[in-house]
């Protein structure tokens, strides 16, 4: 099964930062990578999908990248409720793996 | 609009099986744009996707639990469910019920609010 690696496991920032998430692939997914977000208590939200696109109704702070085995999460300037954890997924090969996630906490 | 919402058991003797139901509303099952599938979270941990069912029942799951797995749909109910045999602490976890669509690439575009099932004698 494919393994997704991200990192790093905590990243400590400040609101108004910007805050970079990794998430690499053992090999291509090609563009078929998701990202959510979860907050404490709640279920996962959809942000980002085939690598890029914003899902509907997610702000443009939010923006994905990357291709074949390396995609990055960016936020542009984090407010008070991006502090959450975030997780891929690929859908390039079943089965649908995710990665162990990203908490993004307030420094 | 759309809304899924996970039911069963909230505890599960050791060696028995895990039986979840997911109720849709806001969208039929049978619509050829979406799957439906089933993500598993256990207590402080990550999440696993355990499979999904398509539009037309084709059925696919995650290798690691394929031997103890069904998921099944009822269209006349707008429903699809989950079971799980053998089960142990291991499978301990809130269960999500989710949608994938095929606009957004097979992602999980709608998730339930997931229910938690211990396992424990």
């Known amino acids: 099964e494919i393994v997704l690696t991200q990192s790093p496991g905590t990243l400590s920032l400040s609101p108004g930062e910007r805050a970079s998430l990794s998430c690499r692939a053992s090999q291509s997914v090609t563009t078929h990578v998701a990202w959510y977000q979860q907050r404490p208590g709640q279920a996962p939200r959809l942000l980002i999908y085939?690598?890029?696109n914003r899902a509907t109704g997610i702000p443009d702070r939010f923006r994905g990248s990357g291709s074949g085995t390396d995609f990055t999460l960016t936020i542009s300037r984090l407010e008070s409720e991006d502090f959450a954890m975030y997780y891929c997924?690929?859908?390039?090969?079943?089965?649908?793996?995710f990665g162990r996630g990203t908490k993004v906490e307030i420094k | 609009q759309v809304q899924l919402r996970e039911s069963g058991p909230g505890l599960v003797k050791p060696s028995e099986t895990l039986s979840l139901t997911c109720t849709v509303s806001?969208?039929?099952?049978?619509?050829?744009?979406?799957?439906w599938g089933w993500i598993r979270q256990p207590p402080g941990k990550g999440l696993e996707w355990v499979g999904s069912?398509?539009?037309?029942?084709?059925?696919f799951y995650n290798p690691s639990l394929k031997s103890r797995v069904t998921i099944s749909a009822d269209t006349s109910k707008n429903q699809f469910s989950l079971n799980l045999t053998s089960v142990t602490a291991a499978d301990t976890s809130l269960f999500f019920c989710a949608r994938h669509s095929r606009l957004t690439g097979t992602a999980l575009d709608n998730w339930g609010q997931g229910t938690l099932v211990t396992v424990s004698s």
């Open positions: 997924q690929q859908f390039g090969t079943s089965p649908w793996t």
């Open positions: 085939g690598a890029s």
């Open positions: 069912i398509t539009f037309s029942g084709k059925t």
């Open positions: 806001g969208v039929s099952i049978t619509t050829d744009l979406y799957y």
